[in-house]
């Protein structure tokens, strides 16, 4: 059973940072490429960051560029999220997925999804 389980979500004022972490089990981690998505009230999952399997690339959506990094330890199953100089936008649940075959920007190419994390950043 495939389980990817987020944390390091919370509340935090604008220009802060937080690191969100989400571990893998079930799955060959090292096998997969992975992302990190996220939904506000309101709206529609959007692509944040994707790496792929080995970490030699990563992707970033524009409004988040500059300020959050990706990174991977396949050695511990995990996935991390770096968020520096937080916004207000950037308040959402944020969910980690994983994909077989790329480091896709499209939420329907995932194939397995985590319950989220609750980042909320505050003015």
């Known amino acids: 059973q495939v389980q990817l389980v987020e944390s390091g979500g919370g509340l935090v004022q604008a220009g802060g940072s937080l690191r969100l972490s989400c571990a893998a089990s079930?799955?060959?981690?090292?096998?997969?490429?992975m992302g990190w998505f996220r939904q506000a009230p309101g709206k529609e999952r959007e692509f944040v960051s994707s790496?792929?399997?080995?970490?030699?690339?990563?992707y970033y959506a524009d409004s988040v560029k500059g300020r959050f990094t990706i990174s991977r330890d396949n050695a511990k199953n995990t996935v991390y999220l770096q968020m520096n100089n937080l916004k207000p936008e950037d308040t959402a649940v944020y969910y980690c997925?994983?994909?077989?075959?790329?480091?896709?920007?499209?939420?329907?190419?995932?194939?397995?999804w985590g319950q989220g994390t609750q980042v909320t950043v505050s003015s």
């Open positions: 997925a994983a994909d077989r075959t790329s480091a896709s920007s499209l939420a329907s190419d995932y194939d397995y």
């Open positions: 079930g799955l060959i981690f090292s096998s997969y490429c």
């Open positions: 790496i792929t399997w080995n970490g030699g690339r990563t």
